[in-house]
């Protein structure tokens, strides 16, 4: 596209060529905590003046108190200052000018620390019994977990059940004895943080 000035006194036509606006860096995809500060930033290029503005999930973005919007040097830049789990989602970069329009878009994802959010309670069974020890977790995947006994991390076996199904975390002895009073120790873990629990489990008789 060409804009065009004319000089009518002096029969001078002075055209000027229009650059469409582009994206130099396009904006990156995100994954952080809740609470912590993003930016998502892009560099542009195009014939000015040039508009930028910012959407997520289709809904127009406007500046508060948690977010900055700036666009300056050709760098557009979106600051959230304390992340909430509702700014989870796609954002846009629009960029526009007299020449056209450009898009880009990244996903802001809020991650989940892993933890345990009901414990396994202690107990006593009588020897000869089953007993259950169970705890319920929670955090953005992939989650891993390990069962302790008195310190000792435990491997899957006939005698010692070890589940981990619908976040619910669960150590089965179909028949306990003597050897099996301990305290055992429950971890679940993510690449954002580790959790754990401890429940004694006394057999009787």
């Known amino acids: 596209m060409k804009n065009c000035e004319i000089y009518s006194n002096i029969h001078i036509i002075i055209c000027f060529k229009l650059e469409p606006p582009g994206f130099i860096k396009k904006l990156e995809n995100i994954t952080t905590l809740s609470g912590n500060s993003i930016v998502f930033q892009s560099l542009l290029r195009g014939s000015k ?80 019994n089953a007993a259950n020890l169970e705890c319920t977790v929670t955090g953005t995947p992939e989650l891993k977990v390990k069962c302790f006994k008195d310190g000792n991390e435990m491997v899957p076996s006939r005698k010692h059940k070890i589940s981990f199904e619908n976040n619910m975390v669960s150590l089965k002895i179909p028949s306990v004895s003597n050897d099996d009073s301990a305290e055992y120790t429950f971890e679940v873990k993510n690449q954002f943080g580790t959790s754990s629990c401890k429940a004694s489990l006394t057999v009787l008789g």
């Open 49 to 128: 003046p040039m508009y930028v503005t910012w959407m997520k999930d289709k809904d127009d973005i406007q500046e508060d108190g948690n977010i900055t919007l700036s666009f300056e040097n050709n760098i557009a830049t979106l600051q959230i200052n304390a992340v909430e789990e509702n700014h989870a989602g796609k954002y846009m970069c629009q960029v526009k000018n007299d020449a056209g329009t450009e898009k880009c878009f990244a996903t802001l994802s809020v991650a989940e620390p892993a933890k345990i959010t009901e414990q396994a309670q202690s107990l006593s069974v009588t020897a000869g």
